[in-house]
C-alpha cells in the first residue's frame, strides 16, 4: 500500500478546510490599549482606548461577538466607538465615530452604531457586547475598531494603587483577553517633586536645580526594581535639546543608600530621560522617603531653544504625582550678526562682491578661545573668496577661515584668543558666484558654537533677464498647435553674454518640457527688438530632437536689450499631462556658472501655454523624473523628493513611494513594514507587494518574478527600476536619453 507523504497530507488537508468555508477554531484579532491613565477612587473619569484589530481578512463574520466586563466597582456611564476611514478597513464608513451614551441604556437594549453593521448590546453597567451584524462577503479588508471609554464612574470602594483592567471575551474571529485600561492612584495622594531656584547654564551645559521627590505615606512609590524602564515607572524627561550627564542621587529619611538607583536613556520622542529604581522595601517599615537628584545636563545647540530648561515629572508608578519642573536658564551667548552695506550682484555670474557686516559680542569673552563662528550662504550662491575680519573695537582674534564642506556654502573662523574688551568684528572683501536662480536677497546666516546667531543681508540681487510670455491653450496629442510671444528683457546691459569662460560663443538656450517639441521645418522667428544687443542669426537652430531653441550671441550690448521670439509651433504628444507648459530659459549666455550650480538653479521658466485637456486615451495621471534631481514633475506641477533617481546596471532606479504618489496613490495607500522590509501599494483593488533584496513582485497575492530586487538607500527609501514598478501599478514608463527624464503614465 502507498503512502502520501506527510507534508502533502497536510496541505491536501488544509485546501480541503479552506474549500469547505470553515474557519479554524483560533482567534484573528489583536487587541491592544493605546494609554493607560492614573484615575483616582470616587470619581468618574475616562479609561484608555481599547483597539481591535483582525490580522486576517474574512476571520470575523456575521454574527461573531466580543463582549467587554469592566469591575464591578465601576459603572459605564458614556461610550465611543471609532472606525477608522481606510480603503482597506472594515467597517466601510468614512471613519465614523458613534457615541454611546449608556447610563440611558437598560439591559437588553441595542444600540445600531449607524451604518457600520455593528450593534452594541448593553447588557449591565459594567458589562457589553458588540456582535456583527452585516455579512461583508469576500473582502481583503480586515476589520478595524477603537472602543473609547470616556466616563466611567470609579466607585469608591476602588483598590487603591491596583489596576483596572477590561475582560473581553471573543465569539467566532474575536479574541478574548484580559486588559489594563487605568490604574488607580495610592491613595496616600503620591510622591510629590519640587525644585530648587533654577541654574544659568551655557552652550557648555552644567548643573541645574536639585530635584527632590518626597513621598507622603512610605511606600507611596511602588517597587519597580524588575524593569525600571517598562513598567512602574518614576521619569524625569528633559527638555529638547538637553541630555542628563552626571547624576547623584541622596537618599533621605525612610530611605537608605542602595533603596535608590537610575538610568538614562531616550524615549520614544528623543527626550533624555532619567528612570529612577526605587526598592520600597525599606521605606514600608520606617517611614516615607525622600529623594534628591543633584544633576549635570550637555546641551544640543542646534536643537536647544533660549530660556526655561525643563524637567518632566512623570510616569506610571502609581506614587507619582506629575509635575513640571523649570531646573535652568539656558544663555546662549550673546553675539548677533548685523548687516553693513549691501552690493548689487548678478546672477549667474561669478565673483561678486557682497557687502560688509559685523558680528558682535554682547559682553567681553562671548567669543571665548576655540569657540566657532559659521556663516553660511543660501542655496544657488557659493563662496569664492572668504570674508576678510579686521577688529572694529575690542581685541578677540580669529584663525583664517576654512570651508567646512565641498559645496562651498559654508565657512567657519575658529577664536584663537578670547578678547578682554568687547569686540566687534567686520567681515569685509568678500565675492560669490551665484546660479540663475539665486535669491533676491543673499542672505548670510551666523551660527557655531560662539553663539553668533542671526542673518544679515549682503547683497541684493539682479536677474540677469525677465521673462514674459503671450499664453495660449493647447491640447495633448495634437501637432502644430500655435503658442504666444516670448520677451526676453535685460536688466542690465550686458547681461547676455557673447563669451562663455573658455572664450567660446556663448549661447541662449529655450527648452520645452517632456512631450512637447517645435514643429519640424517651423523655427520661431528671433529679433532683437531693443538694444545693440547682436545674435547669430543665420545660426539659430533647434536641437535635442526640436526641443531645445538655440540662439547664439554675437555681441553683447551696451544698452540693456530685449529680445521678442515668435510664431510658436508646437507639438505635443499623448503624455503630457493637463496643466502649465513652462518654457526654461538656461545656457552659456545667461549664466557663467553652468559648471557650479546643478540645472535647476541654472535656469529660469515662463509658462508658455496652458494643456486644457489630458492625452487622449484616458490618461488619468503621469510624472517625469530627472536622473540625479530631487525635484520631478506631477500634473503639471514640480514637486520634491528626498533622494534623487539614479542609473545603475543601465537601470534607472526611482523610489518607490514617490512613483507612487504621481501615479496617483497617497500616503494611506502605501504601507512599510519595517519586520519583513516589505512595501505595499494598494491602488483601487490592486495590492502590489516588494520586498527589499527579493526579485520579485507580489500582485494580488501572486508572486511574479523579476530580474532586480529593490534596494535601501538613504534616508531609508525603497529603490526599484521605473520599468517594475510601473508594470505592478499598470502604467507605461518611457525614457528619454537625451533629457535623462524618466515618462510614467498611466493609460
Given amino acids: 500500500m502507498r503512502y502520501l507523504p506527510l507534508t502533502l497530507l497536510i496541505c491536501c488537508i488544509t485546501l480541503s478546510f479552506i474549500l469547505s468555508g470553515a474557519r ?14 492614573v484615575i483616582s477612587a470616587d470619581s468618574t473619569d475616562s479609561l484608555g482606548t481599547v483597539l481591535i484589530k483582525e490580522e486576517y481578512a474574512m476571520s470575523i463574520r456575521k454574527g461573531d461577538c466580543v463582549s467587554f466586563t469592566l469591575p464591578s466597582y465601576t459603572e459605564l456611564q458614556k461610550l465611543n466607538v471609532y472606525f477608522p476611514s481606510s480603503t482597506s478597513y472594515l467597517p466601510s464608513v468614512a471613519g465614523a465615530t458613534y457615541g454611546v451614551d449608556y447610563l440611558a441604556q437598560a439591559p437588553g437594549d441595542n444600540v445600531f452604531l449607524g451604518s457600520s453593521g455593528i450593534v452594541l448590546e448593553a447588557e449591565d453597567k459594567n458589562r457589553f457586547t458588540l456582535r456583527v451584524d452585516t455579512d461583508w462577503g469576500k473582502t481583503t479588508k480586515t476589520f478595524r475598531s477603537y472602543i473609547y471609554f470616556d466616563e466611567v464612574r470609579i466607585k469608591a470602594d476602588a483598590p487603591a494603587g491596583e489596576d483596572l483592567k477590561v475582560t473581553l471575551e471573543g465569539t467566532g474571529g474575536f479574541s478574548s483577553s484580559t486588559q489594563t485600561v487605568a490604574k488607580i492612584a495610592a491613595a496616600s495622594g503620591g510622591a510629590a517633586a519640587t525644585a530648587d531656584s533654577p541654574r544659568s547654564i551655557t552652550d557648555r551645559g552644567g548643573r541645574i536645580a536639585a530635584i527632590t521627590i518626597s513621598e507622603n505615606t512610605a511606600g507611596t512609590l511602588k517597587n519597580n526594581t524588575a524593569c525600571c524602564k517598562e513598567q512602574d515607572t518614576v521619569k524625569l ?30 524615549d520614544t520622542s528623543g527626550y533624555s530621560v ?3 529604581q526605587v526598592n520600597n522595601e525599606t521605606t514600608s517599615s520606617t517611614g516615607k522617603g525622600r529623594i534628591t537628584i543633584l544633576g549635570n545636563v550637555t546641551v544640543d545647540e542646534s536643537i536647544a531653544q533660549a530660556g526655561k530648561v525643563e524637567v518632566f515629572y512623570e510616569g506610571t508608578n502609581p506614587g507619582v504625582s506629575p509635575a513640571v519642573l523649570n531646573v535652568a536658564d539656558y544663555n546662549i551667548p550673546g553675539c548677533n550678526i548685523k548687516e553693513k552695506t549691501a552690493t548689487e550682484v548678478t546672477a549667474g555670474h561669478i565673483n561678486q562682491s557682497l557687502g560688509e557686516f559685523t558680528v558682535s559680542e554682547g559682553m567681553a569673552g562671548d567669543l571665548a578661545e576655540g569657540r566657532t563662528i559659521t556663516l553660511t550662504l543660501p542655496d544657488g550662491v ?43 568684528l567686520r567681515f569685509e572683501y568678500a565675492t560669490v558666484d551665484l ?9 548670510i546666516s551666523a551660527s557655531g558654537s560662539g553663539g553668533a546667531k542671526g542673518k544679515a543681508i549682503a547683497a541684493n540681487t539682479v536677474t540677469p533677464v525677465k521673462l514674459s510670455a503671450g499664453k495660449t491653450d493647447v491640447f495633448a496629442g495634437v501637432q502644430n498647435q500655435p503658442a504666444g510671444e516670448v520677451t526676453i528683457s535685460e536688466e542690465k546691459p550686458g547681461a547676455l553674454r557673447a563669451r562663455d569662460a573658455s ?9 520645452l518640457p517632456a512631450g512637447v517639441t517645435f514643429s519640424e521645418g517651423k523655427l520661431p522667428q528671433v529679433e532683437v527688438t531693443e538694444g545693440n544687443l547682436l545674435l547669430e542669426k543665420t545660426n539659430i537652430r533647434l536641437d535635442q530632437e526640436n526641443r531645445t531653441l538655440i540662439i547664439p550671441v554675437n555681441k553683447s550690448g551696451t544698452a540693456a536689450g530685449t529680445i521678442k521670439v515668435s510664431g510658436f509651433s508646437l507639438n505635443l504628444d499623448r503624455t503630457v499631462p493637463e496643466g502649465d507648459i513652462n518654457l526654461e530659459a538656461s545656457g552659456t549666455a545667461l549664466s557663467e556658472t553652468m559648471d557650479l550650480f546643478s540645472n535647476d538653479l541654472n535656469k529660469l521658466e515662463v509658462t508658455l501655454a496652458y494643456c486644457v485637456t489630458p492625452a487622449p486615451g484616458g490618461k488619468s495621471s503621469g510624472a517625469v523624473f530627472t536622473i540625479g534631481s530631487t525635484s520631478y514633475e506631477a500634473g503639471g506641477k514640480k514637486q520634491e523628493m528626498d533622494v534623487a533617481p539614479y542609473i545603475k546596471d543601465g537601470r534607472t532606479y526611482g523610489p518607490v513611494r514617490y512613483i507612487a504618489y504621481a501615479l496617483g496613490l497617497s500616503d494611506k495607500d502605501i504601507i512599510w513594514d519595517e519586520g519583513t522590509q516589505t512595501v505595499t501599494l494598494m491602488q483601487e483593488k490592486r495590492v502590489v507587494q516588494f520586498k527589499v533584496g527579493k526579485p520579485g513582485v507580489f500582485v494580488q497575492g501572486t508572486e511574479i518574478p523579476i530580474d532586480v530586487a529593490p534596494e535601501i538607500i538613504e534616508p531609508g527609501r525603497v529603490m526599484l527600476p521605473y520599468r517594475w514598478v510601473g508594470f505592478a501599478l499598470g502604467a507605461s514608463v518611457s525614457w528619454d536619453e537625451e533629457s535623462r527624464q524618466v515618462l510614467v503614465f498611466t493609460t
Avoid at 577688529?391 to 565657512?411: H, M, W
Fill in 24 to 37: 479554524p477554531a483560533s482567534s484573528y484579532t489583536t487587541d491592544k490599549v493605546l494609554s493607560v491613565p
Fill in 237 to 266: 524627561a528633559l527638555s529638547p535639546g538637553f541630555t542628563w550627564d552626571t547624576v547623584t542621587l541622596l537618599a533621605g529619611w525612610g530611605y537608605q543608600t542602595g533603596d535608590i538607583d537610575y538610568t538614562i536613556d531616550l
Fill in 274 to 276: 532619567l528612570y529612577l
Fill in 382 to 424: 557659493k563662496w569664492r573668496t572668504f570674508p576678510a575680519v579686521r577688529r572694529e573695537s575690542g581685541n578677540c582674534t580669529l584663525d583664517k577661515p576654512a570651508p567646512v564642506s565641498s559645496d562651498r556654502q559654508t565657512i567657519r573662523y575658529v577664536v584663537t584668543g578670547a578678547g578682554s574688551e568687547k569686540s566687534v
Fill in 435 to 443: 546660479a540663475v536662480a539665486a535669491p533676491a536677497q543673499i542672505v
Fill in 503 to 511: 572664450g567660446t560663443g556663448a549661447v541662449l538656450e529655450l527648452k
